[in-house]
């Protein structure tokens, strides 16, 4: 009788774990986006309608993200989500020791032209974003939604990317996920066993089209509020 | 031509082990990898020093019994070759090698350049098998099997054993191993009978044997002498997500 261990306990279940909650927040990258880029759409755009009477970017984004704080499936996705980070989280450091203790020697002269440095690192890309996303959950969810010491998220959102060093530590963080994703992403696939008719080729593209285009967009908001 | 090699030396498992310096010239370029190391050989022997061991068989490609990690690459600097298959003319004159054993937790080290690889034949022994019929070989036509799933099921089935995608794998992962048998026997209708179960046993038995997590690095494939695809990895996890929680045999 062949007996298939928990999704904890094998090689492949662990990767199969990393691949869905990847994937999961993957994307709530999305969403995220979306939501971010109403931060600079100029205000000459408006007024477009949007949910009544809604005249600038600073009264859409602060709708937008009321309606993420008050709208109860949001807040159950948001709880799935927090848990799907953890859950990666975990299941990383469970796969890298289980890794490091199958190492043996180390070698005196290794040649790494055979991979990419990004997916031989996702362990420290995924450190930094882990960083990032702490810094930045400190700045806005904790002020915000759970302390609810700021109201107005437009305003705060503005007055924090007025600072340098927040605009430094945000590109950091986001070239880090952009990385992150393209090897993620492509892994992600492998690790499930996706491969429609061997058509692994797309699935790189893709993994490569969308790290650079989250990367990118996520890149350009904090510059363009930084010199708003 | 000249080369200087640092050799990696052990005495057995438990030893603590170095890279001891070598000094060899007049070297033809014909020579292949291993027989500049059998000069070396020649040598110590005739010195009264203990020989540096290393595995070789077949010395044609084709046995997976040579190993060797020459700077940094399992099976030397030409990519998709065996050790026994590179030659001199690989390398320039002069050129400093360092020559280590492949590691691995898994690969304990006999002595020198030999290491221990039967953890590899623990895994094709818990399923990288099939059910069949005994007595008389059967009609070899009696099976219709598509050319293209013939080929495709033979560039798993080229794999040779020799371990160089475990030595290259930064977590010591065998998936790539491990992948080509499952993906050979998956795509063929002899295969069939055991296919759900022989992947849930060769991957626990893959984990017991103490390799870890393949994180599609890619690397494997880039060193492997037979060209096993690195598609292998991504069909045999399909395979282990497609086979049922428990299988009742």
Known sequence: MAIKKGLFKTSIGRKNLMAFTGLFTSFFL??????????????????????????????????????????????????????????????????????NKAKGEKYKVTDNSTSTWYSRNMGILGTIIGLFIFIHMTQFWLQYKVLENEHDLYNLVVATFKEWWVLVIYEIGIIALGFHLVHGIESAHRSLG???KNAMGIVKYIALCFGIIMAVLYAIIPIILYFK | ????????????????????????????????????????????????ERVVEFDHDCREGICGQCSLVINGQAHGPEGHYTTCQTHLRSFKDGQTLNIEPFRANSFPVIRDLKVDRTSMDHIIQAGG???????????ANSIPIHHNIAES????????????????????????????KIAHLAKLPQGQVERAERVVWMVNAH???????????????????????????????????????????
């Open chain 2, 129 to 139: 098998y099939i059910s069949s019929f005994t007595g008389m070989a059967p009609e």
């Open chain 1, 194 to 196: 996706v491969y429609p």
């Open chain 2, 153 to 180: 099921a033979f560039d798993s089935a080229a794999c040779i054993g020799c371990g160089a995608c475990i030595a290259t794998c930064k977590n010591s992962s065998a998936a790539l191993f491990m992948s080509a």
């Open chain 2, 207 to 249: 984990d017991d044997e103490g390799f870890g997590s393949c994180t599609n690095t890619g690397a494997c494939a880039m060193v492997c002498p037979q060209e096993v695809p690195l598609l292998d990895i991504t069909r045999m996890n399909y395979e282990y997500n497609r086979s049922l929680k428990t299988i009742d045999s």
């Open chain 1, 30 to 99: 999305i969403i995220h986006l979306i939501g971010n880029l109403i931060l600079i759409i100029p205000d000459s755009y408006f007024p477009i309608e949007f949910w009544g009477n809604v005249a600038s970017a600073h009264d859409m984004y602060n709708a937008y993200s009321h309606f993420l704080v008050h709208f109860w499936p949001i807040s159950l996705v948001a709880w799935v989500l927090y848990a799907a980070l953890i859950v990666h989280v975990i299941d990383a450091i469970l796969i890298t020791l289980n890794n």
């Open chain 2, 1 to 48: 031509m000249k080369l200087t090699l640092k050799i990696w030396r052990q005495d057995n498992a438990k030893a603590k082990g170095k890279l001891v310096k070598y000094e060899l010239s007049d070297l033809s370029t014909d020579m292949s990898f291993l027989e500049m190391l059998d000069v070396l050989n020649e040598q110590l022997a005739s010195k009264g």
